[in-house]
């Protein structure tokens, strides 16, 4: 059967437009916001392409999962409350169950997180998502990139590089034991917004690792005019990917691998026994460096300087 | 050269967000805004493909410009006034030229509307643009699809079928004298945003005409319960059209043609005359019909029903 565009949303994308901030959700030219007292809007978009950010033949249910958590995460390093997103999707061809798939992916994420969805569009074409979010912060202080000091902690949440891994035993169809866990890490990213909403007041920076751990820290520390210390023995330990996979790989996922959507941040370090305090165990914090004076990021070893050959991820040098 | 995704936003795309509402532009992993006081947030949220929204050889400066241009009339539906936008542009490879071009023509049109560009996505794919629209309008009342009464008179901007007939031009590569405004008005449609702006106090409903007056005119009356009549010979009539093409076609462009990005709406007729004085002398603005009770449309000839056979278009229903 052909499903035109306007069946494709009744069926699929209509019905999530209830919120506090909608006055006029998905079906009008545009839809309406209210504004919160006392808040800022924070929004974000990130766009996702089939055999770019994924895997072609990924599961539906996994890109529209995705779609929304790289923008969530992002919401998370501003400190951000997640409110409503848009979506545009351009598909080659409206197929049901994908259709069906993807809209269960994406509203999954979308439910926990009380994200409503109040428009958007769907086109022919090649398979793209994008999603636009937004969220408020309150108006006295929101995160940023740029607030790091010479003194703080260098933290970071997660365990990085698990991601990378993941996608590594999808590509190579590895099947143990210990690469399911991994594989769920690649697939299904957490957007860490509670603890993004916890280091408004605590942390001086934050940012969310999408590229490489190495290569957003160099980001952050350009953007707050200081230098970043790390020291690599003290990044946290996958026992799967270490099953999995020798040292040196392991540490370059770690440092170099995509797709982690953990959150680096700088926090005093008179604050962190505040931060980890109470924190949610399940997603470890980790003081792996320092900030110092100067610019760039040093890894050290040990104590010692040591050095990756291979840097962040750029998708176009990288293509 | 090889141009890096950052290199592209520095070069390319930052810089051009700074406006009144904008508390951190590009550059960090979101935005944040500020909110107006006594007003609500209007969002819309369009994709442009390669193929499928414009032929894929179109210059990129029209590309950039109609990135915009079909979401700002989608805010000039709703009575609102452009503040801010996001992009999410998805490219086969990043060359010079055509950024620069594609650049040129958004900055172009966002400058016009004093909209700023607050951040976004650049990422490597088939070359496919979205581009999400924020503006404001008065807490106290915005346009919808959904107001229009039967008694109403029904309106229409501008010349519809012009831009059908302006591709059809581009397609064919007919170059008589009168091929030229023709082809403008497809490469460069004029979001109605000062006529939205005027109409939000007027008009009891509006919408703007992207996929076909008759079609688009439908969902105006399913939103608003009533039904429309139509005066075909009502219809602002195109010299260069009339020149290129035989009545039946400009009759089908006008009534089935997409593109025109004119808007449709509903005025009590005590007010037709408000609306007229003073009116800019570029933008005819004319009654073609009427809203009555009922449903649907129905197109009168002469005071006779009159069909015309073609729909709408719908993107997948089409292809």
Redesign the interface.
């Known amino acids: 059967m052909?499903?035109?565009?306007?069946d494709?949303i009744a069926r699929y994308f209509a019905g999530h437009d209830r919120g506090r901030d909608v006055?006029?959700g998905v079906?009008?030219?545009?839809?309406?916001?209210?504004?919160?007292a006392g808040?800022?809007?924070?929004?974000?978009?990130?766009?996702?392409?089939a055999?770019?950010?994924f895997p072609a033949e990924t599961a539906p249910e996994h890109i529209g999962y995705r779609a929304l958590a790289v923008n969530l995460?992002?919401?998370a390093?501003?400190g951000?409350e997640p409110a409503w997103m848009?979506?545009?999707l351009?598909l080659p061809?409206?197929e049901e169950a994908w259709l069906s798939g993807f809209a269960a992916g994406l509203f999954e994420l979308a439910e926990r997180h009380e994200v409503v969805l109040?428009?958007?569009?769907?086109?022919?074409?090649?398979l793209?998502a994008?999603v636009?979010v937004?969220g408020w912060?309150e108006a006295d202080a929101?995160l940023?990139?740029?607030g790091a000091k010479p003194g703080d902690m260098l933290m970071v949440s997660g365990v990085p590089g698990e991601a990378a891994a993941g996608l590594a035993v999808i590509r190579n169809a590895i099947s143990d034991r210990e690469a399911a866990p991994l594989r769920e890490r690649f697939l299904r990213p957490q957007p860490r917004v509670s603890l993004g909403r916890r280091l408004r007041t605590i942390a001086h920076a934050a940012?969310?690792v999408s590229d490489g751990l190495i290569g957003d820290l160099e980001k952050l520390c350009t953007?707050s005019g200081c230098s970043a210390r790390l020291d690599v023995e003290r990044l946290p330990r996958s026992a799967p990917m270490r099953k999995l996979f020798d040292e040196r790989t392991c540490l370059e996922y770690a440092l170099t691998g995509g797709d982690d959507y953990e959150l680096i941040f700088a926090v005093p370090p008179e604050r962190v026994a505040t931060l980890t305090n109470g924190a949610d165990a399940g997603v470890p914090l980790t003081v792996i460096g320092r900030f110092v004076e100067g610019q760039g990021v040093q890894c050290l070893r040990d104590g010692r300087p040591w050095r990756l050959e291979r840097s962040g991820y750029?998708?176009?040098?990288a293509?």
């Not at 079906?27 to 919160?36: W, Y």
């Not at 809007?41 to 996702?48: F, H, N, P």
């Open positions: 052909t499903l035109g565009e306007f494709i006055l006029l079906g009008d030219d545009a839809a309406v916001l209210d504004v919160r808040h800022k809007l924070v929004v974000a978009m990130d766009t996702i392409v055999g770019v950010h995460s992002d919401l390093a501003m951000a848009t979506l545009s351009s061809q409206p109040v428009g958007g569009d769907i086109v022919r074409g090649p793209v994008t636009q937004a912060v929101w940023t990139r740029s940012m969310d953007a750029d998708h176009f040098a293509g």
